[in-house]
């Protein structure tokens, strides 16, 4: 199992980020997968989640007309493109599967969002 979360990083208020997670293909292939995210002292959330056939979208409300999640089966990987990025979105990103994740979760990807 193999889930690498890059591209966070410290942007403004309003400002964009591009999530990219590259899995395993025993993990990616033929499985939904989605972006959780987990901020301090907050349970893990589900933010996006894309099928793995047609990429079926979904997206927590809270998110709804500024992410988008898209994956390339090829490369086994997803992205997540943040935009209008808000203090509230600071958190650690995570890629994993959907509606089960795996046991094994990557180290996350750090996205920081100042006001």
């Known amino acids: 199992v193999q889930l690498v979360e890059s591209g966070g990083g410290l942007v403004e208020a309003g400002g964009s980020l591009r999530l990219s997670c590259a899995a395993s293909?025993?993990?990616?292939?033929?499985?939904?997968m989605g972006w959780y995210r987990q901020a301090p002292g907050k349970q893990r959330e589900l933010v996006a989640a894309i099928t793995s056939g047609v990429g079926s979208t979904k997206y927590a409300d809270f998110v709804k007309g500024r992410f988008t999640i898209s994956r390339d089966n090829a490369k086994t990987t997803m992205y997540l493109q943040m935009n209008s990025l808000q203090p509230e979105d600071t958190a650690v990103y995570y890629c994993n599967a959907v509606p089960l994740p795996r046991d094994y979760w990557g180290q996350g990807t750090q996205v920081t969002v100042s006001s």
């Open positions: 293909r025993s993990t990616f292939s033929n499985n939904a």
